[in-house]
């Protein structure tokens, strides 16, 4: 991944006092626009924040030796975190209301819980391969506006402004990996505080692709968020 020029790409200096301001811009912007209260910005922005680590974890589960790395960017306390909870916090009531959604076991068995199997029914899974690292940002705003347009009913001013926080964090995702800064170029943030919205916006753009194919097709419809 760090030597894929079309992912990462190393820089000559530390971004986070530029980032930092940029962001600030981006928060006062929002009080301005009424969509952020003082209150807020004063804890979405860390005046001290960390800087992101780069490692990877082996995936033992894959059975092959050596085994496949899973990148893992460790960015707890790191200057986009509270951002990111913000925008997680926006679309977190809407997900349970995608057709289709699924939670956990129990959401399975109700989904499941009048279906009838037929012979000539088949399982079909689809899933994003390295969604960290694949998806073109410019996609990843794309499904994220229609999203926002599809399953809310914030204001549009509101729309625009999480679509530009996230287009923020998509373009001014970095990290250090043994003294060196990179920046991402393609995909959403590694981070171990994926409860927010970088694991979600991978499955967005899964719902943008697949829901029209699998609803032709479909029996029952369902994706895992």
């Given at each position: 991944?760090?030597?894929?020029?079309?992912?990462?790409?190393?820089?000559?200096?530390?971004?986070?006092?530029?980032?930092?301001?940029?962001?600030?811009?981006?928060?006062?912007?929002?009080?301005?626009?009424?969509?952020?209260?003082?209150?807020?910005?004063?804890?979405?922005?860390?005046?001290?924040?960390?800087?992101?680590?780069?490692?990877?974890?082996?995936?033992?589960?894959?059975?092959?030796?050596?085994?496949?790395?899973?990148?893992?960017?460790?960015?707890?306390?790191?200057?986009?975190?509270?951002?990111?909870?913000?925008?997680?916090?926006?679309?977190?009531?809407?997900?349970?209301?995608?057709?289709?959604?699924?939670?956990?076991?129990?959401?399975?068995?109700?989904?499941?819980?009048?279906?009838?199997?037929?012979?000539?029914?088949?399982?079909?899974?689809?899933?994003?391969?390295?969604?960290?690292?694949?998806?073109?940002?410019?996609?990843?705003?794309?499904?994220?506006?229609?999203?926002?347009?599809?399953?809310?009913?914030?204001?549009?001013?509101?729309?625009?402004?999480?679509?530009t926080s996230v287009e923020f964090l998509l373009k001014h995702?970095?990290?250090?990996?043994?003294?060196?800064?990179?920046?991402?170029?393609?995909?959403?943030?590694?981070?171990?505080?994926?409860?927010?919205?970088?694991?979600?916006?991978?499955?967005?753009?899964?719902?943008?692709?697949?829901?029209?194919f699998f609803q032709q097709h479909k029996i029952v419809w369902?994706?895992?968020?």
């Open positions: 991944m760090l030597q894929d020029a079309n992912t990462c790409r190393p820089l000559d200096k530390n971004p986070l006092p530029l980032f930092q301001k940029k962001l600030y811009d981006l928060l006062s912007d929002g009080c301005d626009l009424g969509n952020l209260s003082k209150k807020e910005i004063d804890y979405i922005y860390i005046e001290h924040p960390v800087i992101a680590i780069f490692h990877a974890l082996p995936k033992v589960h894959k059975g092959v030796f050596p085994p496949p790395m899973r990148p893992i960017v460790v960015g707890i306390g790191s200057y986009a975190e509270r951002i990111s909870e913000w925008v997680d916090s926006l679309r977190q009531p809407l997900v349970p209301h995608i057709p289709g959604f699924l939670k956990d076991t129990r959401t399975v068995l109700q989904a499941f819980e009048n279906f009838r199997w037929q012979s000539e029914f088949m399982w079909v899974v689809a899933d994003v391969v390295s969604p960290y690292t694949s998806i073109p940002h410019n996609l990843a705003i794309i499904a994220l506006r229609w999203f926002l347009l599809v399953y809310s009913d914030y204001m549009s001013e509101l729309q625009d402004y999480v679509c995702n970095f990290f250090m990996f043994k003294g060196q800064y990179y920046l991402q170029l393609s995909g959403v943030s590694i981070a171990l505080h994926s409860k927010h919205f970088d694991g979600l916006v991978g499955k967005m753009l899964s719902l943008c692709r697949y829901k029209s369902t994706l895992y968020l």
